[in-house]
T-cell receptor
């Protein structure tokens, strides 16, 4: 079974609009972490936001927020006020277990295109 | 500046040849990882190491080998047994200990490996 599922292979959004990228996860471990990364065409992976399984509030980092719905095992990324530079691949990832050095499992990604 | 350095950026392999991809970090991180990315797909874990002189197989370890003799270095060898090595390879590291900063993976800029 897939541990991380991103069902949207591609998304379009107009500049200055908000967009939600979906991510669902599957784990029986009570301790886990959820991540979103951005990969521009240059190839490097850029960390965007992190949510711990015990965090009470949804994580926010500037224009990025994570809509964490634990019971539904959902960790959607919301980008507000989209910019042309947001066009990239976006990956959701999960770390199972309590240790920071445990491995990360990635989803297949969503390609976001922002148009003027 | 602290970071992860991968070299070379582009690498070509001849049939039956072993090649080694370099990954060096000066972040004083305990854990290091190698991921493979195929076009339009997510990242798949090849090997990871949580501490010096120890490493574990990821999901697609066949045809690859690693070593972790020093904390700073985690080279990946693509052996001749790997029949489909053409891909983008990403190295990453993460810290240990508590704190939000230690949760995320830091990535190198990647190596594109192609077969001649």
């Amino acid at each position: 079974a897939q541990k991380i599922t991103q069902t949207q292979p591609g998304m379009f959004v107009q500049e200055k609009e908000a967009v939600t990228l979906d991510c669902t996860y599957d784990t029986s471990d009570p301790s886990y972490g959820l991540f979103w990364y951005k990969q521009p065409s240059s190839g490097e992976m850029i960390f965007l936001i992190y949510q711990g399984s015990y965090d009470q509030q949804n994580a926010t980092e500037g224009r990025y927020s994570l809509n964490f719905q634990k019971a539904r095992k959902s960790a959607n990324l919301v980008i507000s006020a989209s910019q042309l530079g947001d066009s990239a691949m976006y990956f959701c990832a999960m770390r199972e277990g309590a240790y920071n050095t445990d491995k990360l499992i990635f989803g297949t990604g969503t390609r976001l295109q922002v148009f003027p | 500046d602290g970071g992860i350095t991968q070299s070379p950026k582009y690498l070509f392999r001849k049939e039956g040849q072993n090649v080694t991809l370099s990954c060096e970090q000066n972040l004083n991180h305990d854990a290091m990882y190698w991921y493979r990315q195929d076009p339009g797909q997510g990242l798949r874990l090849i090997y990871y190491s949580q501490i010096v002189n120890d490493f574990q197989k990821g999901d697609i370890a066949e045809g690859y080998s690693v070593s972790r003799e020093k904390k700073e270095s985690f080279p990946l060898t693509v052996t001749s047994a790997q029949k489909n090595p053409t891909a983008f390879y990403l190295c990453a590291s993460s810290g240990s200990g508590t704190g939000h900063q230690n949760e995320k993976l830091f990535f190198g800029s990647g190596t594109q490996l192609s077969v001649l």
